[in-house]
């Protein structure tokens, strides 16, 4: 028999029925952590939209960095889908199952994920076993499981519901099942769960969590996870200027802790809660969106609760009625040095709506931007991949092993020295612009990153219209009046 000493505190699904994965993570959270997050406060750890049902990789990534040790077992390759892309989702399942998955979970969205995931989490390409869960459970570990729940229950109920695993007693399992029907401590045997989990070559996903003990932690792992609020890359900023102490002394990220040790962080949270008011330009607003004409120098939303700066999503966090999170209505994203046109949600349907068609590339973007020197030809299509660059991570380059990546420009403009031109960006990946044109030797005038930095103190590209269908089914354009310094510098 394998069972934990510990009473494991159970969850029951919220009202809607959708929110079993969520539950199960509220009690691996409060058994390891005593930390009793409400369902909001889950919704934004998972990234969770209405209606959209949420792949593992992110949240598992971020509990990895909090200090749990967590082994994952699941057949779906997140190798070949990062190199693939939808061409492997259409491989791997069949056209209504891929059709499903595209329409109704966030699959399209968690390719940025994969190589954190990769590093952080124990992963296993294969159709996980119920011996596979014995070892978990010996390990002391709680087990996430999914499971058709027609198959468990003998109904006509929905599949990929969550259940976790808390012990065994003879041949059964015991399980606390969110439901809609909840039962905790439900006594499950062990060909049942495993029919349930889709039989011999299932395609069931197998997590095991448990915590790593301090001795063999880095100490910004342990922070973060003593810490939730504060992101690994500022507590690492923390130890270089000195303000976590391990015994009294100031020390590195990476310093591994002994179970004796005793660590201090001075550091006030409470700043965290007074990200100071911003006014946008709005350009549109209705129920469902509000539609901004970003300034240049706005973030769109901070990569972390330590900075308590205000951005975009600040802005319409006041304005959203059911989102949540640091990145809440945040649709689609402009650099800070990017001006122009950016759309925002106000409700969970109409952020699962307005992602979804930047995700099947149907939303439309035109920017202007003003470049150095003279191209080649009036207009043509830029097609060349997209990889970060290894010897400057925050950046990205031109390169055979990237993503592909279109752009068609048009000249609108020039004089002798700049260039003005009208950008359609096919692709949306990171910095896209900016690096297909400093490729062709025609960098964006003041781009610091991909340029020089001179001839003017600001990035000259601008988000000048977005095209897309409203949730109500109206199609719009939007337009951001081009700042009068484009013109000029072009005269």
Known sequence: MATLKQKVPFYANHEDAKHCMLAVYRSVFDFFLGKKYNWKDMEAFVGYKDGTAVWTLAPLTKMAEMGFDIHMIEPFDYRRYATKGEDYIHAVFTPEKAKWQIENTNILEIKPFIPAFLRTVNWEKRSPTTEDIDSMLTEGRLVFVTVDAGTLNGTKDYVDHAVLVVGREDTNYIVHDPGPKAQPDRRISRAKLLEAMGGEDNTAEVTGFKLQSKASKRLDQYVVNEHPRLSRAFVQKLCDEGKILVNGKPAKPGFKLRDSDTVEVLYDESILDTVPDIDLPILYEDADCVVINKPAGVLTHVQGEFSPEATVASFLKNRGKDITGERAGIVHRLDRATSGVIIGAKTLHALQWLQKQFALREAKKTYIAVVEGHMKQPEALIDMPIERNPRAPATHRVGINGKAATTFYK??????????????????????????????????????????????????????NLEITLPDGEHKVFTAPLPPEFEEKVA
Do not use: C, W
């Open 411 to 464: 000249t609108l403009a020039e004089n002798d020295h700049f260039t003005m031109l009208e950008l359609k960006p096919e692709t949306g990946r990171t910095h896209q612009l900016r690096v297909h044109l400093a490729h062709l030797g025609h960098p964006i005038v003041g781009d610091p990153l991909y340029g020089s930095g001179k001839y003017g103190d600001r990035l000259f590209l601008h988000a000048q």
